[in-house]
């Protein structure tokens, strides 16, 4: 068909993005407008909100769930400590260098868990024919999906990686800038982009095979492994498909060396140190790429 | 013919299955579930949708809801590409499946209630309106605070209903909205749709295989099998297009002797060691028939049958297939 072509899907996006605009700037910050209508986000807002509620009905069980995720981590860290021990350097990098690569990786990572990590839920909604109802909500189908899984119990996760990341700063000597410092706040954040554009192209495998299984776990959990290492401890082909075909040196690798303010070992041009950020939004546009041409081959299930 | 809120040309849908075939080959063909739909249905129309298992109806919806992508075709519903603007056109359009439930399971359905109006950012008094003229007329009280999960078949019908339709769609799809409930349900269920139907301004579009809900609910009927439309009309002229009959069913004094010649009627069935005769009305009026076999005695008591729709769709369903 040709109104699938790839231009008229970005004029389409394009022409969605400014309505969306222009229809917010009506209501600036409302969540109601005049007519007493909710606004715009009120939907995804109040999903969110009732996730949020019925995962506090269970305290107990809830706080025993964000310890454990706290105890789970901290083990990969330990994991990181203890290879010093047979080493002093690892890949070209000191211990404390190594931490603050581990905790970078370990925030973004942690950030993507706490929003989209529950996407391969998915996979339940397709069997189960619970994504027809998604799709017949006037709100877009991933936003509802993020929306309605939201994993608060992983917040644990982010507050052990930022004890990480804090720790590591300590130790490492970073002669700060204020790029530097902003580049603190934005790389944890592209990573996590990037990191949440995994999960969501690999989560589209179930578009296609509803039975996809722990496929695409191989790229999110193995994203986080490998990312929580210097990439020069790796080699060969394995490193250029994840440090570069997935992007996954972007996440903690590069940006460690901008704040360190150390040239890159690979010999890579200085700028790749801060490019974290549009490599993120590029993986951000391909998955979204992935997930509408998916979405086209959902195929529901039964009657 | 006034507004047409739905149209579709040569609306089509193919899946590819893929079957094994030995220990690591696959063999994939492709089934058409869909082959060619065209359809209009106007503004405030009662449609009926039926079709055996398989015949492409649920298949049908979905393309029209815009949760599956058509293979090819047209179509247009209040206006929008099902698809493409998939979110515009969920504000327009309430969509009820029976099998799978809109609703949140953990949640009371009151809550499920007060989400959808944010989601689908009706205003509050529209809403209030809207809930409690549901609540009225599906005696929603007893159960509104209760998690969806606990409801029993019957009552979480009654609500998917009113979540379907509180933000006043134009359209309103019902994918086998009786399918498993109790007879009062049934009724409760049939009775609001014809309300809601008879107010003229909402369309009403039905799948089912209870046909009762068609007789009941329903002035024009398609039937789909195959994939194909095979009928699309008023339920009299699928009547007429089959040849339903009449019949006539007499009790007699005396065996059923193969009589006398009785004009435009057949012997359809004997029982009861002949003494109970069922006749098929082919042309002759039943008024001729009960005279003649009268003037013959031993008519002890009659009773007329009207056609019903279970028999022409049999017939319709067992008809060989067309592909």
């Known amino acids: ?303 | 013919m006034s507004e047409s809120v739905i149209h579709t040309a040569d609306l089509r849908k193919e899946f590819t299955v893929s079957s094994r075939a030995g220990l690591l080959r696959r063999v994939r063909r492709t089934v058409t579930a869909v082959a060619g739909v065209d359809l209009s249905v106007a503004r405030g129309e009662m449609l009926g949708y039926i079709g055996p298992n398989g015949a492409g109806k649920s298949t049908t919806l979905k393309m029209l809801t815009g949760v599956l992508t058509p293979s090819g075709g047209e179509v247009r519903v209040c206006g929008f590409r099902p698809v493409a603007q998939r979110t515009r056109l969920a504000r327009h359009i309430g969509v009820v499946f029976g099998q799978r439930s809109q609703l949140w399971w953990d949640l009371p359905l009151a809550e499920s209630f007060r989400l959808l109006r944010y989601i689908y950012r009706v205003p509050a008094a529209d809403h209030a309106a809207r809930l409690a003229e549901c609540r009225r007329l599906l005696d929603l009280d007893e159960f509104l605070d209760t998690p969806v999960r606990q409801l029993s078949l019957g009552q979480r019908m009654r609500g998917e209903i009113t979540a379907a339709l509180l933000h006043g769609p134009e359209v309103l799809f019902l994918d086998e909205p009786t399918i498993g409930l109790d007879v009062v349900s049934k009724q409760a269920v049939r009775a609001f749709l014809a309300d809601l139907g008879s107010r003229g301004d909402t369309t009403l579009i039905l799948t089912t295989h209870d046909l009762a809900d068609i007789e009941k609910l329903c002035r024009r009927l398609i039937v789909i099998d195959h994939g194909r439309v095979v009928h699309d009309g008023t339920l009299p002229e699928l009547h007429a297009r089959y040849d339903s009959r009449r019949r006539v069913v007499v009790d007699l004094d005396t065996p059923w002797n193969g009589g006398v010649g009785l004009p435009g009627a057949v012997v359809e069935a004997i029982e009861a060691d002949g003494y109970r005769v069922t006749f098929g009305l082919s042309g002759g009026t039943a008024g001729e028939l009960v005279a003649a076999l009268a003037r013959d005695g031993a008519l002890r008591d009659v009773s007329v049958l009207e056609p019903s729709i279970e028999d022409v769709v049999a017939r319709l369903y067992a008809e060989p297939a067309v592909r």
């Open chain 1, 1 to 303: 068909m040709a109104e699938r072509l790839p231009t008229s899907l970005a004029r389409r996006v394009w022409r969605r993005a400014t309505t969306r605009t222009s229809r917010a700037r009506r209501v600036p910050g409302r969540a109601t407008t005049r007519d007493g209508r909710p606004g715009v986000l009120a939907g995804y807002r109040q999903l969110l909100a009732a996730q949020v509620r019925s995962q506090l009905q269970y305290r107990a069980s809830f706080t025993m769930d964000v310890f454990g995720n706290l105890v789970l981590t901290l083990m990969d860290v330990a994991a990181v400590v203890v290879l010093f021990r047979v080493t002093p350097v690892l890949g070209g990098f000191s211990l404390p260098e190594a931490l603050l690569i581990s905790g970078l990786a370990n925030l973004s990572f942690a950030l993507c868990d706490l929003s989209v990590g529950n996407i391969d839920t998915m996979r339940l909604y397709i069997r189960t024919g619970r994504f027809d109802a998604v799709l017949t909500r006037p709100l877009s189908a991933l936003l509802q999906l993020v929306c309605g899984d939201l994993a608060l119990r992983r917040l644990g996760r982010v507050v052990q990686a930022v004890v990480v990341l804090a720790v590591a700063l300590n130790l490492v000597h970073v002669h700060w800038t204020p790029a530097r410092a902003v580049l603190l706040v934005v790389a944890p954040l592209s990573g996590a982009v990037l990191f949440g554009s995994v999960f969501v192209a690999g989560s589209t495998v179930a578009f296609w095979f509803v039975e996809s299984g722990e496929f695409a776990n191989a790229f999110t959990y193995g994203g986080r492994d490998f990312t929580a290492y210097p990439v020069t401890v790796y080699a060969g082909w394995f490193r250029k498909a994840f440090a570069y075909g997935l992007g996954f040196a972007f996440v903690a690798y590069y940006p460690a060396l901008a704040l360190l303010g150390k040239p890159d070992p690979l010999n890579g041009p200085r700028l790749l140190s801060w490019s974290s950020p549009v490599v993120a939004l590029a993986a951000a546009g391909v998955a979204a790429l992935i997930w509408r041409t998916g979405i086209r081959h959902y195929r529901s299930t039964g009657s």
